[in-house]
């Protein structure tokens, strides 16, 4: 089928999501231990999105992302030890510490970044996308967003120039059911959020968010097309958030048998079913517990990394020399 | 040498940083074919295209943040928005976004954007039209701000501004576009950031201002003069990064300081400058530091009233005058 991922890039998609699982489950377990430092955004049952929305995208193409980022950083191309290190502060994470889980960027990656303030990665993906067309470059950006980000008002700013002036774009809704607690239908009087993509007369698709096959090819159309210059487009993943909202989630909102039913189509468990036929499940079960061990050795390096020292910031001193 | 009004003077900074760098674009509202409602863009449509001068949507909050991961994705954007009072919906894109990113990924980008505004009263604008913000932008780390009060500083900085690799706020006066000032020729004629301007010197007295406020200083120092006051006016003109040995060498000198700005008093501009001259300079003032100020209250509409709320030169000479008493 058209714009479907090689075998490669299914296995190289397979691998992470692991990856990302694992670094989760292993967030959570240390956060229950009291080893965790803030709110952790866990992005358990996400994962296929912002693995395979990426996967076909290059080093020179951008991402903005959100403050449940774990999958896009991995997915663009980061190594889970910075990753793990940034989480825990130390002089190694990919911002030496001064960023945090939320705000992870590599720029050599075009990881720029994740972002806390709902809403804000969508003009951010825009003005990358600009940058781009300014500069004639055939780079893409792309914004990946939730459902709570899609109410904003910021959104329609951005997306009403994103279309008007055809920027190099793809807009990946992440529809995950709920805001921070609230579930969708109390945030807005559509099911479907991407039926608004034609108010600005941009293409959009509806994708199983937990199958990683149809979202790179629903997302790859996309990003072919913003490539050709023929301006930007939305896919709308829908998906379903397996963890609490934050780890300081006191629970009681979502229902137990939505979690049953949507653990039964684990993206995992999908990703395991589309690739067993074609290489087996022997090699499945290798690479999950090669990403397993990949996650395990970047906590025990990244735990034992030193801490940063402690320095003002010049640059932004209020005044001109130094006081 | 070119005698220039202040909004060609801006025009031609423009112009020449566009020539010299293909990554310096415009964009805002009306900027393009109509040239700006102050005329500052006049032109530069015709001459660069579209994709360098963009007419934009209303829509500030996302332009903002436009400019932002632009600039951070190797262009120079300039970003006009029409009315400084406009700049609360500018906000998070430079508080949460814009002010955070170089410290916080550890250099990874650069934020070499500009965004041009102009303010102030005077002009039976009104309310929402005539507002100077200074301290609401000043507040924020990492955020550069500029405030030219004539043509040759309008090109200067505004040149400064477009090469510098942080967030540079540039505010203009709306009082001030037709404004005629010499202005040095040249593409490499810059007035860098972080630099204040002696622009009257003096011995008793050291008014600090800022914008159109540097002319009414001027006035006031007219007026003191002919009371055999000798004042000296400081055009802080970089508001931020501030020029703190400039103040610093003043005061040394005058024992005395005023300081005009046109932005409310509480929290206001001035009341920094107040606190810096205290931090710093204590041992050599004679009396307090005096303020002139904008009334903490909205701006009216009416002439006499909104008359009434602006700082001006009788102002700045009765607070020179309490404050040598
Ligand atoms: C501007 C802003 N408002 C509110 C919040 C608090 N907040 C953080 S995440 C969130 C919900 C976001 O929902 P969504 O965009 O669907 O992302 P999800 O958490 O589901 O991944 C809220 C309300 C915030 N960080 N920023």
New binding site residues.
Partial sequence: MKNSPSIDEQIEIFRKMHVVRQLEEKLGALHKEGKTRGPI?RCDGQEAIGVAATAMLDDTDYVMS???GHAHYIGKGLDVYPVVAEIFGRTTGSCAGRAGHMLVADASKGMIGGN????ASIPAATGAALSNQVLGRDAVSMCI?????AQ?GICHEAMNMAALWKLPIVFVL?H?Q???TVDTDMQSPIDDLSIRAAGYGMPSEIVDGNDPVAVYRAVGAMVERARRGEGPGMVEAKTY?LEG?STSDMGGYQKDEDIAAWKARDPLKVAFDQLKAEIGEDKLKTIEAEAVAEVEAAFDKALSDPFPEFELFNASAAYSEVV | MALMRYAEALNAALREEMTRDPSVFLFGEDIGRYGGVFKVTRGLQEEFGFNRVRDTPISEQAMTAMAVTAAMTGTRPVLEIMYADFMPLTLDALVNQASIYEYIWNGQVKMPFVLRTQGGGGAGAAAQHSKSLDSMVAHIPGIKVVAPSTPADAKGLLKSAIRDDQPVVFLEHKLLYNMRGEVPEGDDVLVPLGAASVTREGTDVSIFATSRMVHESLKAADALAERGISAEVVDLRSLKPLDLNAIKKSIAKTNNAVVVNEGWNFCGYAAEISATIMDFCFDDLDAPVARVTMPDMPIPYSEPLEMAVLPNAEKIVAASLQTLA
């Fill in positions: 955004h959100t403050h449940r806390a303030i709902v809403g967003f939730g459902d709570g980000a904003t992440e995950n709920f805001g921070l958030r909202f």
